[in-house]
């Protein structure tokens, strides 16, 4: 289904605004019903415990944008739950991010995550490179990780975008990456990401850099990228691009 179909706009302020969210809410609301029309305290339990999990679920999506949306941090599927309570629990965003940082730095957590891309068709030729990628983030090396994991995601979409006429991310607007139903594109998460990316840089700069700016890095007129903040929030960029797709 489109957004039209759903009769939205694609730009959601909350998890809670997506479709599957709602429906999910709406069926909960009826088997809570059936709970109460049959006298049955099992199903009203089971349902009352499901509208809990759906509440916290909201709070913590929303919490992760409110404290790393201006960072441009994308939240996706790929991210633990469990430790993503604890990036949001952190007292200021300078600390959640440093959390988020850390999570990823631990063993078999990019693995796994990585594993997960490879569901897709067009991935599969590049999981080796981005095996790689991962060897490098682990070894501190982030200047390769960031290179690889750009690349990586820019050519993903150009083949993932065949019926469309393979438009790499690169050559996309931010509004070309809203989506109907995607946790990575809520609180304008992975649009607001697209602009910084596709940002131009007609000057050198020298200073430390902490943003994934493919045109400033790939063209190489951003210097001093090395460092693991770029590096984690190109990653998590990528998973967030896998769920969009």
Not at 24 to 34: C, I, P
Not at 96 to 106: C, G, T, V
Request: with cysteine; hydrophobic share 40%; aromatic share 10%.
């Amino acid at each position: 289904m489109t957004d039209e179909d759903y009769g939205i706009s694609g730009n959601h302020e909350s998890i809670n605004d997506l479709p599957s969210i709602k429906e999910l809410r709406s069926s909960v609301a009826g088997f809570k019903l059936l709970g109460w029309l049959l006298w049955n305290s099992e199903i009203r339990e089971t349902t009352r415990g499901i509208s809990e999990d759906i509440d916290e679920l909201v709070s913590l999506v929303d919490d992760f944008y409110r404290l790393l949306g201006s960072r441009n941090w994308v939240f996706s599927n790929a991210l633990d739950l469990e430790r993503m309570r604890a990036v949001v629990s952190m007292p200021t965003a300078e600390d959640a991010e440093r959390e988020l940082i850390e999570y990823l730095k631990e063993k078999g957590t990019l693995h796994w995550m990585i594993s997960r891309m490879n569901r897709f068709p067009d991935m599969r030729p590049r999981m080796t490179l981005l095996e790689k990628a991962e060897e490098d983030f682990l070894a501190g090396r982030y200047y390769s990780s960031v290179l690889v994991t750009v690349s990586v995601m820019d050519g993903f979409m150009n083949d993932a975008s065949k019926s469309d006429g393979r438009k790499g991310l690169h050559a996309r607007t931010a509004e070309e990456l809203h989506s109907v139903n995607c946790v990575a594109t809520v609180w304008d998460g992975l649009p607001s990401v697209q602009k910084t990316f596709t940002r131009s840089v007609c000057a050198r700069k020298d200073e430390p850099f902490y943003e994934v700016c493919r045109h400033g890095i790939m063209h190489g007129m951003i210097i001093d990228y090395d460092n693991d903040v770029v590096a984690s929030k190109a990653w998590c960029m990528l998973f967030g691009v896998g769920d969009w797709a």
